[in-house]
């Protein structure tokens, strides 16, 4: 078909210059129908998020406006406009639109102001606590039976004081409109609450903004709550229906298709906060693009027919083939000049060529042709130096048969001279033969198996020794080069080789690699090789030789090392370092993404206190199995101690991390088995998500950590979730930490006192010192923002010192002003358990000089439960050297009678919670008598804590109440205004 070199170079030039060309023309169409549909998405994007700002400033305005009538003088009088007709039979007239002086007509004529300036309100309208009633425009609202407080609008309003309130839509109490209210309660001059101001807005005036907010003609916008009801949309009828019209129903066959949005593209649309969709709505398959805004919570959604874009890619397609073609048609035109031109000189060359065949010697080939400097001018001169040489060859063979004749004369001469040489090299065959042998037993004595290498044959040779260990076949002996490559562990392959190239190619001094090699049964031994490479004058390799040393033994020592630094030696899982390094290499990759869970067993001591540590250690080993099950590919490790960790790649999928975590909890909830019995405990997880908990190993760790203690103080054998906040409180927690640490250093705390009054002599015969932190460049810090701080970091010790001794030297100095009056100090539960607390409270009372009768240390009995058996006696020694105990907040803990019974007190406080709720409820009228009469039957004081009223005090004392103490005595107060409260009494 293609007979010429001429025509195939054509073709050949046309089939690699049309491919690129339909190639390029095919992605160049691509890559803008994907620009064009970018284009629409963003195009529809920034009209979602003006359409978003509009709207958002039209409710802040009308938020605005609502405060602006809420708090004017007119309204703020209203309190009494519109008479009550709530509970009327009949429909009231409405009489406040007629002009008047009147307070009714001065709020509508207000109301009526403001909607002639404002359109886009509906409703203007107040509503008072009395029942009262004012609306604009005027309507018949005013029907028997309208109460105004008992509508949502009203009641939201109230339950929220302090904020402007905008409602989810409804329909109108008319029934002719659907609405969103926005209100704010109106306060009248003191400050008090007399009504609700309300404006309402339209979903016909969101109608219009949309309306107004041109997409196209093909094109258009709807809104719609997070629950789905639509706000806006161009089909009126559309107006708040659930979205769910939009969808087809999930039984529906597929023959039975209305073609409709699919399920899984509705619930999309409705549970994601933003995304783009590709649907068919109503038969049409369109591109839906939603957002939720930030300002409302509502969804805006634009949709675009489908038409639109492929109008656009048409276009662009039409384009572009144009440009392909016209492109093809140049790059024929191109490539037959081109041939032709090329193709000439060889035309000339073939002629000639032919000439030569045919015998014609005499012609001269073109010296056009010998002057060219390319491949045809190195033909030419080819064919024109075959050509003359042609001759002179067939002259030589001639004479070249004569010269033959005469070289086998003398090859017969010298046959003679040739078998005395054999002989001499026979010689010398044997005298090589005895130095190899001297040379295989020197290899065979060695150690390390000795190589050698002839780089341009191939031939290698190897020790015996190191070729019986490794047990290869015959076959494989033969050709040791490639027997030996071939046999080391493709793992090793590409290394061993750039090693030795860059030996060969003089880089190194040295050939220097360890690898494997596979003998018997595929095992593998680990061979370090040596080697050193001979070079000709020309710096090439010519041969090479070196040493094999199995370094096996030595390599397995190193892996179970390794082994050891990397696992746990008890349950084989990966250890602390496996884990960071598993941690960093997942977090260092682009995009990765998954979950730590930090697992934790509840209550472990207890199993090694009760069934001992080999039981223990049998626990920790059944846990890891049963993790490892759950797990399947995830990772898993041991932390230390009864801590795990399971790290779970690319799921960060909430339910599918939580049924994870339950199947943990469950599992470990399982009995565990003993060396006798079985036992049972549970489990404490917290969850972390990286990259969004954190990026690094420790950030992402302390992420899960902090979730787990978080779980733990919801009450264990649950899982928590890693909140910022979480991180906010350590910050916080380690904020205040070192500040009381300075504060401890500095001394910038101070003691605060509250009064005790005796009920029957109205005398204060004490006072309850409580501790204030004085921080620089704060108001005064209270104990319930930093005590608990103190607590878990140990410091409630020293400062708990401070206190006793500060208390106990202004107890001193009342003592020396004559007034006789005990000083009551909180004893936190771990300065009791300090092993030299009592003789603490013993070298203060001696260095201050305040007598222990006038002492009375507070306990709280939540404090004591854990540790009760330890903290009686201690309390034994205080009360023998004379000081009191009271037992604080009795009745918010347990409340066992037994710490009646068996704690050495003096003085029981009644909780505030009671006397607080003793106007009120019965109970705790009873619960207070109960506990006056038990108390003084056990011959204990009783102290009521929290009073604030005459009511309070008069109810105790009838009830024969010791001593009492709250707001309605004094607050805590500075020791400078003790004495002033001391000298009025």
């Known amino acids: 078909m293609f007979r010429t070199v001429r025509e195939k170079l054509i073709i050949s030039f046309l089939l690699v210059a049309m491919v690129p060309l339909l190639l390029l023309g095919f992605s160049t169409y691509l890559q803008m129908a994907n620009s064009l549909k970018t284009e629409m998405i963003f195009t529809s994007s920034n009209q979602m998020i003006q359409l978003d700002h509009l709207i958002t400033h039209m409710l802040k305005g009308i938020k605005e406006d609502n405060q602006m009538l809420s708090t004017h003088p007119v309204v703020t009088q209203g309190e009494s406009a519109a008479p009550i007709y709530a509970d009327a039979q009949v429909d009231i007239p409405i009489s406040y639109q007629e002009p008047g002086d009147n307070i009714d007509h001065r709020i509508f004529a207000e109301f009526e102001r403001y909607a002639k300036y404002h359109m886009d309100v509906a409703y203007v309208y107040m509503g008072t606590e009395s029942g009262g009633y004012i609306q604009w425009p005027l309507t018949e609202v005013r029907k028997a039976g309208y109460d105004p407080r008992k509508r949502s609008w009203y009641q939201q309003s109230i339950k929220n004081p302090d904020q402007i309130m905008i409602s989810e839509p409804y329909q109108s109490f008319l029934g002719d409109n659907f609405i969103i209210s926005t209100t704010n309660p109106i306060r009248d001059e003191n400050g008090k609450i007399i009504g609700v101001m309300g404006i309402d807005v339209s979903l016909q005036q969101l109608s219009r903004i949309i309306e107004d907010c041109n997409i196209g003609n093909s094109s258009y916008v709807f809104m719609f709550t997070k629950e789905g009801i639509i706000l806006a949309h161009p089909d009126k009828g559309m107006h708040f229906q659930n979205i769910s019209a939009l969808a087809m129903e999930e039984a529906r066959s597929l023959d039975e298709n209305s073609g409709k949005m699919s399920f899984s593209d509705f619930y999309k649309l409705l549970h994601e906060p933003e995304g783009f969709l590709e649907t068919t709505i109503n038969g049409k398959k369109v591109f839906v693009n939603f957002k939720t805004s930030s300002a409302t919570g509502w969804k ?27 492109l093809i048609l140049f790059t024929f035109g191109g490539t037959s000049f081109i041939t032709l031109y090329l193709t000439q000189p060889l035309d000339q060359v073939v002629r000639h060529l032919q000439s030569i065949t045919n015998g014609d010697l005499a012609l001269s080939i073109s010296g056009a042709l010998l002057k060219r400097k390319d491949e045809i001018g190195e033909v030419a001169q080819a064919v024109d130096i075959m050509q003359k040489s042609r001759y002179q060859i067939e002259t030589q063979l001639t004479s070249s048969n004569e010269e033959l004749a005469i070289l086998y004369e003398q090859l017969a001469s010298t046959e003679e001279e040739l078998r005395a040489q054999f002989d001499e090299l026979w010689d010398k065959q044997k005298i090589i033969e005895k130095s190899e042998e001297r040379y295989r037993l020197a290899t065979e004595g060695a150690n390390d198996a000795i190589w050698d290498w002839d780089i341009h044959t191939g031939e290698v040779v190897i020790s015996t020794r190191l070729l019986n260990k490794l047990g290869w076949s015959d076959e494989e002996n033969k050709n040791l080069y490639l027997s030996w490559w071939k046999n080391i562990h493709p793992e090793d392959q590409l290394q061993a080789r750039e090693k030795l190239e860059e030996h060969l190619a003089g880089k190194t001094e040295e050939y220097l690699w360890e690898y494997r090699v596979k003998g018997q049964a595929g095992k593998y031994l680990w061979i370090l090789t040596r080697g050193k490479a001979l070079f000709d004058a020309q710096g090439i390799a010519v041969r090479m030789a070196g040493s094999f040393t199995d370094i096996t033994a030595n390599k397995m020592r190193d892996l179970q090392i390794q082994h050891m630094a990397y696992y746990d030696s008890l349950t084989n899982l990966p250890s602390r370092a496996s884990i960071v390094e598993c941690l960093t290499s997942e977090l260092g990759k682009k995009e990765a993404s998954g979950a730590i869970l930090f697992i934790d067993l509840d209550n472990f001591k207890f199993v090694n206190d009760s069934f001992g540590y080999e039981n223990g250690d049998r626990l920790l080993v059944q846990v890891a199995k049963r993790l490892q099950q759950i797990a399947g590919r995830h990772f898993v490790a041991r932390l230390g101690g009864d ?94 930490e070192q500040g009381l640490k300075e504060a401890i250093r500095k001394e910038e705390f101070v003691l605060h006192y509250q009064p005790i009054v005796d009920l029957h002599s109205g005398q204060i015969v004490g006072l309850e ?5 004085q921080r620089p460049e704060y108001d005064l810090v209270f104990p319930d923002e930093f005590m608990s701080v103190a607590e878990e970091g140990g410091l409630i010790v020293p400062m708990g010192q401070w206190v006793l001794k500060t208390a106990c030297l202004f107890g001193k100095e009342l003592r020396d002003s004559g007034r006789e009056i005990c000083i009551a100090v909180n004893v936190s539960v771990k300065e009791l358990l300090q092993n030299d607390f009592v003789e603490q409270v013993a070298r203060i009372l001696d260095e201050t000089g305040f007598p222990s009768s006038c002492l009375e240390l507070e306990i709280v009995e939540t404090l004591l439960i854990d540790k009760f058996e330890v903290a009686v006696p201690k309390l034994h020694h205080l009360r023998a050297m004379g000081v009191q105990i009271s037992l604080d907040d009795f009745g918010t803990g347990y409340s066992s009678l037994s710490y009646l019974k068996e704690l050495p007190l003096d003085i029981v406080k009644i909780d505030r ?5 003793a106007m009120k409820k019965n109970t705790h009228v009873a619960i207070i008598e109960t506990i006056i009469e038990l108390c003084h039957r056990l011959q204990l004081k009783v102290v009521a804590e929290g009073v604030e009223t005459e009511g309070q005090r008069f109810f105790l004392r009838k009830k024969k109440c010791d001593k009492i103490q709250g707001y309605l005595i004094s607050k805590a107060i500075e020791k400078e205004k003790v004495w002033d409260i001391l000298q009025k009494k």
């Open 643 to 736: 801590e795990f960790i399971m790290m779970v790649k690319g799921i960060t999928d909430c339910t599918t991390i939580e049924k994870l975590a339950q199947c943990i909890t469950q599992a470990i909830d399982q009995p565990f088995t003993g060396d006798m019995d079985s036992f049972m405990v549970t489990s404490s997880i917290g969850i972390a998500l990286y990259p969004r908990d954190g990026n690094k190993p420790d950030e992402i760790m302390r992420s899960a950590d902090l979730a787990l203690h978080q779980a733990k103080k919801e009450g264990k054998r649950c899982y928590a979730w890693f909140q910022e906040k979480l991180e906010h409180e350590m910050l916080e927690k380690l904020y205040i």
């Open 913 to 917: 919670s009671f006397v607080s709720g």
């Open 769 to 773: 010192a409580l501790i204030r932190w």
């Open 300 to 326: 805006i959604a634009t949709v675009i027919d489908e038409s639109v874009l492929i109008a656009k890619n048409q276009h662009v397609a039409l384009v572009t083939s144009v440009i392909i073609l016209l």
